[in-house]
């Protein structure tokens, strides 16, 4: 069973952000690695665009460059493009001055200038209508703009941070978004492995958010059993780090307390659970099981080709390749 003991043996390991934003939780290489990436690039002011599965967490990695940044002192400011229409998006992003619309009975500041001093971060900026995209691109390179009604340029001092879900390199080469904004938003690019790709996390992310959620319901809970635990590594998550976030926060809900049992979490039956000797069960070696198992099961439905293999577990092909060699020296890629 994982319990809190567990969590507190590793959690000088566990990686995270200041406790005014949510955390980054990881043991995984290849996330510690992009972190370093990204610890890096907040000394500087270049535009970071961050690729992802949604779901992953990309807004807060967003956070991380920002608090690391000269620019912590200033606002942090998000803009979810897929939930703004074209018509609305503009008078948010640069404001508008009374009398500029129907309903503009005043003048407002958008979110540029909102951001001021500090980062400005696009969430789904694949999702930015193309006539918007040009006046985004002026941004970029000048640093002012007008707002809608005006004719006064307005000069801010902004970080442009952008994530997307979507391939944005397809999405160039078919003309909806532009070559030009892409490759100023590109400077630093840093893509999220999804959590299949990172299942040793996955124990300890479920753990940080059951300490969150139990205080939230009012219940005691030591932590999880062996068959729940099994249960949360075999599944593949395909929304990532938000359903398993939504996951744990229903077994608190629905939960009596003690050790989450495996009907609580109510996800489906994993047939790559690990069934090994008692003596045997630890977590790393079930996590090493499976991920042998899964990979393989991946393997063979693309004709043992790795190269698209890696690209259904959403991971590089080099990274593949290492964890072949890794768990063929466990002796867990044997048939």
């Known amino acids: 069973m ?91 992003l640069f404001g508008h001055v009374k009398g500029a619309f129907t309903s503009a009975a005043g003048e407002r500041a958008g979110r540029f200038e909102a951001a001021n001093g500090g980062t400005i971060f696009f969430d789904e900026i694949g999702e930015i209508p193309l006539a918007m995209q040009a006046k985004l691109l002026r941004v970029l390179q000048q640093r002012s703009f007008e707002k809608v009604g005006s004719d006064l340029t307005i000069t801010v001092d902004v970080r442009i941070l952008a994530a997307t879900n979507v391939d944005i390199e397809k999405e160039v080469e078919r003309g909806a978004f532009r070559r030009d904004l892409y490759y100023r938003l590109n400077v630093i690019p840093v893509s999220i492995p999804p959590l299949r790709a990172r299942l040793k996390d996955v124990p300890h992310l479920a753990r940080f958010f059951l300490e969150g959620f139990s205080q939230k319901a009012g219940k005691t809970f030591e932590g999880f059993s062996d068959e729940a635990l099994q249960s949360l590594i075999a599944h593949d998550w395909p929304g990532n780090v938000r359903e398993l976030e939504n996951c744990i926060e229903r077994a608190c809900i629905t939960s009596a307390g003690g050790f989450i049992q495996a009907g609580d979490l109510q996800i489906r039956g994993a047939e790559l659970y690990y069934r090994g000797e008692p003596g045997d069960r630890d977590l790393k070696n079930a996590v090493n099981v499976f991920k042998a198992n899964f990979i393989r099961k991946v393997l063979k439905e693309n004709g043992w080709n790795q190269s698209r293999a890696a690209t259904a577990l959403g991971i590089q092909r080099t990274y593949l390749s290492r964890l072949l060699k890794e768990l063929k020296s466990n002796k867990l890629t044997e048939q």
């Open 2 to 92: 994982l319990s809190k003991t567990d969590v507190k043996e590793v959690g000088r390991k566990v990686q995270g952000l200041d406790s005014d934003f949510r955390q980054i939780i990881t043991q995984s290489e290849e996330l510690l690695e992009k972190l370093n990436v990204i610890d890096n690039a907040a000394k500087t002011d270049a535009s970071v665009l961050i690729l992802g599965e949604s779901g992953v967490g990309k807004e807060l990695f967003a956070q991380r460059i920002h608090r690391q940044s000269g620019r912590r002192d200033f606002p942090f400011v998000t803009v979810n493009c897929a939930a703004l229409s074209g018509s609305l998006m503009e008078s948010e």
